[in-house]
């Protein structure tokens, strides 16, 4: 709750910041000192980006990429770091960057013989409700040579809670230049499966929280059923985030899920790690198909 006034606080301007913060302080402190890290992070080129596969549920055939943002040689990870990279608007740099990297990235493994795939970013509602986001996103698309089509775009709703009008407006402009819509962490916070009404969207991700509770809890199951079936009958991808263990994926598969992510096919790799893991699995299909072929 502090760091939800804290933030509140800020989102109001500095005059407010005073009332709040003397009992704030250590609070105060610790974000100061994570915005500090950020700044060196981003002068010293010390982001990366993680990528963990998404696959489709049926075939396990590889569907794209989710990038995941890390701080080299830090402990911080983005649940604590975005939140205050938000908070004082590095997260426009931040993903600015982002886009950028993920492009070198993309290149790099056209380049070293990997089929084109897909590139899921993170979008923070604070970029996307800048008035301009849609303009600026499409100019560093240009910028650094990126086929919309092998990128995708995922937003919390947060980001369209709002002001749905710009929110809808917004959404319909990147699909119409072929980028790949996703409402992230489906089935959080204030999230109503009323709230998918007429957004222009690809895919929802189901989150991780609700994944790893559907055995065990009917709630659980009961609403994410619901919030599969509306998917499904809006003809979207319906992801099932978290799907650590190979009994989770039979039981999201059982449901209907059409892809999944989760420890169970991979952590969140480094370019070169994902290179050498998405070589890997081609080869075991081609030595399982020769065995076949025997
Ligand atoms: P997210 O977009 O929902 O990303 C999925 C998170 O689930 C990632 O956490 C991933 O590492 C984790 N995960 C994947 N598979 C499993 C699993 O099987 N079990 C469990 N327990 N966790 C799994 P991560 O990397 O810590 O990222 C946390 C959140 O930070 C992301 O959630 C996203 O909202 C935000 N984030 C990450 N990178 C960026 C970025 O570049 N920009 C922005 N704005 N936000 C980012
Ligand atoms: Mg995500
Ligand atoms: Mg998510
Ligand atoms: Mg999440």
């Given amino acids: 709750h502090a760091d939800a006034a804290m933030y509140e606080a800020k989102q109001e301007g500095r005059n407010n910041f005073q009332f709040y913060s003397s009992a704030l302080t250590a609070d105060t402190q610790q974000q100061n000192s994570i915005e500090q890290t950020l700044k060196l992070a981003l002068n010293t080129n010390s982001l990366q980006l993680f990528y963990q596969p998404i696959v489709d549920i049926n075939t396990c055939k590889l569907m794209s990429v989710e990038a995941l943002l890390r701080i080299k040689n830090s402990e911080l990870g983005p649940e604590q770091f975005v939140p205050v990279a938000e908070a004082s608007g590095l997260i426009n740099p931040i993903g600015r960057w982002v886009l950028k990297e993920a492009a070198r990235q993309s290149a790099a493994w056209t380049a070293n013989g990997l089929p084109a795939i897909p590139i899921a970013v993170n979008v923070s509602a604070v970029e996307f409700r800048h008035r301009e986001f849609v303009d600026r996103f499409e100019q560093l ?13 995922e937003l919390t709703e947060t980001a369209v809670i709002h002001n749905r009008e710009h929110a809808i407006a917004s959404l319909s402009r990147l699909r119409a230049l072929g ?13 109503s499966l009323a709230s998918l009404n007429g957004l222009p969207l690809d895919k929802i991700k189901i989150d991780k929280s609700l994944i790893s509770k559907l055995k065990t809890n009917p709630d659980s199951r009961a609403i994410t059923d619901a ?3 509306l998917g499904l009958s809006r003809e979207l991808q319906v992801i099932a985030e978290g799907t650590e263990t190979s009994a ?47």
């Fill in 179 to 191: 980028i790949t819509v996703s409402l992230d962490d489906f089935g959080t916070g204030q999230s």
């Fill in 227 to 229: 919030m599969l079936t």
């Fill in 248 to 294: 989770a994926l039979d039981y999201v598969q059982s449901r209907g899920f059409t892809q999944a992510q989760g420890f169970f096919f991979c952590e969140p790799l480094l370019g070169e790690a994902f290179e050498s893991w998405y070589l890997a699995r081609v080869n075991s299909e081609k030595r399982l198909n020769n065995e076949q072929q025997i």
């Fill in 141 to 153: 698309i240009h910028e650094h040579s990126l086929e919309p089509a092998l990128l995708e775009l």
